[in-house]
């Protein structure tokens, strides 16, 4: 397991929550940590090949999704690296990319086909989120008419911010946050078609677009069980929480604790770390087929 991954020869781009970003020529390498977050900390417990599920599960999205919206990926064979690397193949091996560096669009672009989260939260408050009107008398977990998109800000600390479509607008300009709606929206329909197939419920999900000589792109990481909510369909049950094999099951486990959320976080029990480590190879075995790494 690995809390961060340094390479000496490079210089460090950005420390994420999870992901250490180093510049490689003009290009961004991304080595994805087993480091977890939940509630603007970084816990002090590290998941077991968590780093390797994330970035093979968002290789294998955006090998399917790349007709809809292209990524950010030049190659992920360390052997296809810069020479420089080479010597660091044992720890970069399945859970790094070489990218394409871009302007990143600094709004956190989210889609819900059910209402759950902050969604669901702000429903309660206000019968909305991020702006759209929501029908009377929706439970928790309840599915949308229609998938919705509800940006948020993008925070380097702290939570993100559900904003209307309308501030995303004014962040991004009209025709780029009308043009990154509508690739959300496929995107999704997309995987929650492939998703279903396997039994799985997408029931909301986030990315992160940048532009590159001009293009949208899809960059970090895309449909992982960091990034979105899945709920095996043969234990949906709408208007309580969801059984997830996603990181929620940390959250919710956290929500048990005496934790205060506003120090730094315990260590997760031994026992949980085991439960999280194999629900995100669970979803990843049911998405792509795949039984290893």
């Known amino acids: ?56 599960l968002s290789r294998f999205w955006f090998g399917r999704t790349e007709l809809i919206c292209s990524n950010h990926v030049i190659t992920a064979d360390v052997d296809e690296y810069p020479e420089v690397l080479h010597e660091h193949k044992e720890k970069l091996e399945n859970r790094s990319m070489l990218v394409k560096k871009t302007e990143v669009v600094p709004v956190e672009c989210v889609v819900r086909g059910y209402l759950a989260g902050s969604g669901w939260r702000e429903y309660k408050a206000s019968g909305k989120t991020s702006g759209v009107n929501l029908p009377d008398g929706m439970q928790q977990a309840d599915r949308l008419e229609e998938p919705i998109f509800t940006p948020a800000t993008k925070a380097e600390e702290g939570h993100d911010i559900n904003i209307s479509f309308k501030e995303m607008q004014k962040i991004v300009g009209v025709e780029l946050a009308n043009k990154i709606e509508d690739v959300s929206l496929a995107l999704y329909q997309k995987a929650t078609f492939h998703a279903l197939s396997k039994g799985i419920i997408i029931a909301d999900t986030k990315f992160e677009f940048g532009l590159h000589e001009g293009e949208i792109i899809l960059v970090d990481e895309i449909f992982t069980p960091d990034s979105s909510r899945f709920w095996p369909v043969e234990h949906y ?8 094999l996603d990181k929620q099951f940390v959250r919710d486990y956290l929500d048990s604790t005496d934790w205060d959320k506003n120090s730094p976080p315990p260590p997760l029990p031994s026992e949980i770390v085991q439960q999280t480590s194999d629900r995100y190879m669970e979803i990843f ?7 290893g790494l």
């Open 285 to 291: 075995r049911l998405l792509t087929d795949k039984t």
């Open 237 to 244: 049950n709408p208007g309580q929480s969801q059984l997830s």
């Open 1 to 56: 397991m690995y809390s961060e991954i340094t390479i000496p020869d490079l210089k460090l781009f950005k420390k994420g929550k999870v992901r250490e970003v180093y510049e490689v020529g003009e290009n961004l390498l991304i080595v994805a940590s087993d480091r977890i977050s939940a509630y603007d900390y970084v816990l002090p417990s590290l998941i077991p090949n968590k780093g390797k599920i994330l970035t093979q």
